[in-house]
């Protein structure tokens, strides 16, 4: 059984930084593309981030691009998010994703397993 575990999420003031964390442990991490989702009250899950299995390839959401950085560590189990230049809007709760797939997707039903999120409060 696979299961992520996200954690680093928390309170903070515009302008300021986060970085989650996402770990894997049930199956070979490096089996999977891994992506970061959000998901704000009210609103739709929207793609963050994605990088493939060996973390040659990234892609972001628009919102976050210049921002934001995803990067792995296969020898840990981990994926992970730098957060910086926090905005309001970046209020959601986070959520890693886990594909069986060399590739990342930008959507969330490509995805094969998920964690149970941590929650990101942008606010002065």
């Known amino acids: 059984q696979v299961q992520l575990v996200e954690s680093g999420g928390g309170l903070v003031q515009p302008g300021g930084s986060l970085r989650l964390s996402c770990t894997v442990s049930?199956?070979?991490?490096?089996?999977?593309?891994m992506g970061w989702f959000r998901q704000a009250p009210g609103k739709e899950r929207e793609f963050v981030a994605g990088?493939?299995?060996?973390?040659?390839?990234?892609a972001y959401g628009d919102s976050v691009k210049g921002r934001f950085t995803i990067s792995r560590d296969n020898a840990k189990n981990a994926v992970y998010l730098q957060m910086n230049n926090l905005k309001p809007d970046d209020t959601a709760a986070y959520y890693c994703?886990?594909?069986?797939?060399?590739?990342?997707?930008?959507?969330?039903?490509?995805?094969?397993?998920w964690g149970q999120g941590t929650q990101v409060t942008v606010s002065s």
């Open positions: 994703a886990a594909r069986t797939s060399f590739y990342y997707s930008v959507s969330q039903d490509e995805y094969d397993y």
């Open positions: 049930g199956r070979t991490f490096s089996s999977y593309a």
């Open positions: 990088i493939n299995r060996i973390g040659s390839s990234t």
